[in-house]
Nanobody, 120 residues
Framework: EVQLQASGGGLVQAGESLRLSCQVS????????IGWFRQTPGKRREGISC???????RYTDSMEGRVTTSSDNAKQTVYLQMNSLKPEDTAVYYC??????????????WGQGTQVTVSS
């Protein structure tokens, strides 16, 4: 079973940056992907990014080009660099693994989430 642990959240001011990390216990297949998501109370969870086992990265419009995802396979860690943060980015951020495809289609394994709070 793949286990994920997200970290790096915290309290920042608007305009600042944060880098989140997602430590993955193991990659059990050659085709996999790691996605970043976020959720605020009362709102639907939304996707942010996806990076595949081939290194290809995809982004949704949720953070308007202010994020970059990358991976360090030697460290089994996936990162989410977030810039120009806004108060509306305040949320719990999760990473999730799809162990079947490179496109985050089936994110079945989830980390525990890390809180990001952006003050105005």
């Amino acid at each position: 079973e793949v286990q994920l642990q997200a970290s790096g959240g915290g309290l920042v001011q608007a305009g600042e940056s944060l880098r989140l990390s997602c430590q993955v216990s193991e990659f059990t297949s050659d085709e996999y992907s790691i996605g970043w998501f976020r959720q605020t109370p009362g709102k639907r969870r939304e996707g942010i990014s996806c990076i595949g086992s081939d290194g290809s990265a995809r982004y949704t419009d949720s953070m308007e080009g202010r994020v970059t995802t990358s991976s360090d396979n030697a460290k089994q860690t996936v990162y989410l660099q977030m810039n120009s943060l806004k108060p509306e980015d305040t949320a719990v951020y999760y990473c999730a693994a799809d162990i079947a495809t490179r496109f985050c289609r089936y994110p079945e394994e989830w980390g525990q989430g890390t809180q990001v709070t952006v003050s105005s």
